[in-house]
């Protein structure tokens, strides 16, 4: 595994026992226990945030547990990510049992939906959906159906809490500033999307084709639900990850679940012909296909067939190809919150759409105040609510040193990325 041009700010033992990490998952055990033997329980400690934020830590634990190397993680290690393991597990059942309570609501009322992401993402992406850390629940709702969705979530006491485009952000309970430390338990605060999908038509008055037509019924731990087709599954991960390619973080464990998704499904010819034909109809999904899966062939080596790379990986613009071999791996390894390099990409894609790239300046250093992170009821003490106001400090001053340094690292690395662009032209 060769990683391209990572974070100077990275200690060599940091970055190097971050690719042994990610190298653990596709190389034998001989080699991945030999690289483990490398490191201290210092070196361990260090990469301890990384491991959480990155979503890699349990699917970490499980590939160990494996490859029957467990006993060479630090002792503290190994019994804090057992601790999370069990957390985890409560966690996972608390949000799955929901989703099915909210799934039979949401057939009860003829609302046409399908859950995404979560649950749906196994077998093939997730081995074990306890090893997944999620934070909320996400369903795609016909846009008809909305106000009727709104009222059944009413009922399981969520509340609308904002809307971006077209998507819907609820929220029930009271919540305050994300702690790393408890993103494995169960909460007392419970977050949900609802992604609206128009409905289409032809000149014929008749409706086309969409993911909700093409949704089907599957048995997931025992329980019907319904989930987006194979091929709009894949779709939507793929475009997922590439979104976050195209913002602030990414976390290592989405590549990871997209090359154990692209793996399981290597030989099933149909199944690439049908994902193709999607992305054929899909604006720049051929773009997105092909970024993360050059992205994932660096991080993990080459994995994916030829009639997937064919006509997504093999012909990427060069000058996103670029931008992948120059950054995908910095920040794939980089800390929560990750940097801005990714506006370097985002002008590429502009550059390819032809489209106006001025608002990209206002991501730079935002004139306004980032969104409200807090949520609850208006009656609540006056104790709770200076904790909120308190969290929401907190996050205001995070994100102000966040846009500060990285928006100066941006405007240092822009004139070294405009060089190698011009280099990749002569």
């Not at 033992?13 to 991945?32: G, I, M, Q, Y």
């Not at 106000?147 to 819907?168: H, K, N, P, R």
């Not at 370097?344 to 935002?366: C, E, M, T, V, Y």
Request: glycine share 4%.
């Amino acid at each position: 595994m060769s990683i391209h041009q990572t974070d100077t700010r990275m200690s060599n033992r940091t970055l190097r026992l971050k690719e042994t990490v990610v190298a653990s998952f596709c190389e034998p055990a001989r080699e991945v226990a030999a690289r483990l033997r490398e490191f201290s329980a210092s070196d361990w400690q260090k990469i301890q945030f990384w491991l959480d934020a990155s979503g890699i830590a349990l699917y970490l634990l499980d590939r160990l547990a494996t490859l029957k190397l467990q006993h060479l993680l630090p002792e503290p290690v190994l019994m804090r990510l057992q601790e999370n393991l069990r957390s985890n597990r409560d966690r996972t059942n608390a949000l799955f049992e929901e989703a099915v309570a909210i799934n039979h609501a949401l057939q009860q009322k003829g609302i046409q939906f399908a859950l995404l992401k979560g649950a749906t993402l196994t077998p093939d992406s997730v081995p074990d959906s306890t090893l997944r850390t999620q934070w909320d629940l996400d369903f795609l709702v016909a846009e008809k159906d909305a106000a009727d969705t709104l009222q059944v979530l009413q009922d399981f006491e969520y509340s609308l809490f904002a809307i971006s485009g077209m998507t819907w952000e609820l929220k029930a309970g009271t919540s305050g500033l994300p702690d790393i430390a408890d993103i494995y338990k169960v909460r007392p605060y419970r977050s949900l999307e609802v992604h609206l999908l128009p409905t289409q038509h032809d000149g014929t008055g008749n409706r086309q084709q969409d993911q909700l037509t093409r949704a089907r019924m599957r048995t997931i731990r025992g329980e019907t639900l319904c989930s987006l087709s194979p091929a709009d599954l894949f779709m939507q991960q793929a475009l997922h990850l590439f979104k976050h390619i195209c913002g602030e973080y990414t976390r290592a464990s989405w590549v990871l679940e997209y090359w154990r998704h692209v793996s399981a499904r290597y030989s099933d010819k149909a199944f690439w012909r049908e994902v193709k034909s999607l992305a054929d109809d899909e604006p720049l999904a051929d773009v997105a296909i092909g970024a993360v899966t050059l992205l994932t062939t660096h991080l993990f080596g080459e994995f994916a067939p030829f009639e997937l790379t064919d006509w997504s990986m093999n012909r990427l613009p060069s000058a996103i190809r670029l931008w992948v071999e120059t950054y995908g791996c910095r920040a794939v390894m980089s800390e929560f919150p990750g940097s801005k390099l990714y506006l370097l990409l985002r002008q590429q894609l502009h550059a390819q759409q032809k489209s106006n790239r001025g608002h990209l300046r206002g991501l730079i250093f935002p004139a306004h105040l980032p969104p409200k992170i807090t949520h609850g009821k208006t009656n609540k003490g006056l104790l709770s609510r200076l904790m909120q106001y308190r969290a929401q400090a907190n996050f205001i001053f995070v994100r102000l040193r966040f846009h500060v340094v990285e928006g100066l690292r941006y405007s240092v690395e822009s004139p070294r990325w405009q060089r190698r662009l011009t280099g990749m032209t002569q």
